[in-house]
């Protein structure tokens, strides 16, 4: 299979961390993308040019960051994030969101610092700008969670990764003011598929 990603999205990176996680780096190619460059060739292979997008082994295309996880998750038949079954989906499904949402609005911010700096707009990224700060202030009592705590998860990797598009970002400050999220952090950091999947190293 190859996994099309390219170094600074946090939804690449999402799938990266899975191919890790799972132990399928022999079954998985990791193959950087071009998705800035006009006339590009990935654009035949995905036609949206985003990532991430894997094509499996049937060749087949799948494209969207948690629908890959949780095709890797499941691909040697033994998940390990699906979310739980008891009375607990329906918290692991409402965090998963606030934490996909607060990426999501990070993702438009650095998306805005990628292009010349005369075609950015002063007004969206102040916009996600604020939007970062409250939503830092709304994981500091919601990472102590005990879904936050336990073994690592879908909500985890979503919020970890992007906490650290901080690497990318650098006038986002989540943690000044917010030890818990920090500690938090901290730990997840030391995974060694956070370290291997670092944003500020190339693919």
């Known amino acids: 299979m190859k996994l099309y990603v390219t170094p600074k999205s ?14 399928l780096a022999a ?3 990791i193959v950087r993308a071009q998705t800035r460059t006009p006339e590009s060739p990935y654009f035949k292979i995905n036609p949206s040019g985003r990532v991430p997008y894997l094509v499996r082994d ?3 295309g799948m ?10 998750d499941h691909l040697e038949g033994n998940p390990q994030f699906d979310p739980p079954a008891d009375n607990a989906n329906w918290e692991y499904r409402r965090l998963e969101a606030l934490a996909r949402s607060f990426m999501d609005g990070l993702a438009v911010w650095g998306r805005q610092l990628v292009g010349p ?16 700060a409250r939503m830092a202030d709304l994981w500091e009592r919601e990472v102590r969670s005990p879904l936050l705590s336990g073994a690592l998860n879908m909500v985890q990797i979503t919020l970890v990764c992007a906490l650290q598009m901080e690497k990318r970002i650098p006038e986002l400050d989540w943690r000044t ?3 818990n999220l920090c500690a938090r952090e901290a730990e997840l950091a030391k995974r060694p598929s956070l370290i291997q999947t670092d944003p500020a190293e190339p693919v």
């Open 58 to 60: 049937d060749g087949v």
């Open 117 to 132: 700096e005369n075609e950015r707009s002063a007004t969206i990224i102040a916009h996600e700008q604020a939007r970062g």
């Open 10 to 23: 946090p939804y690449a990176r999402m799938a990266r961390l899975m191919v890790i996680e799972k132990g």
């Open 27 to 29: 079954r998985v190619e």
């Open 63 to 72: 494209e969207e960051s948690v629908l890959i996880c949780a095709y890797l």
């Open 177 to 179: 003011g917010h030890p």
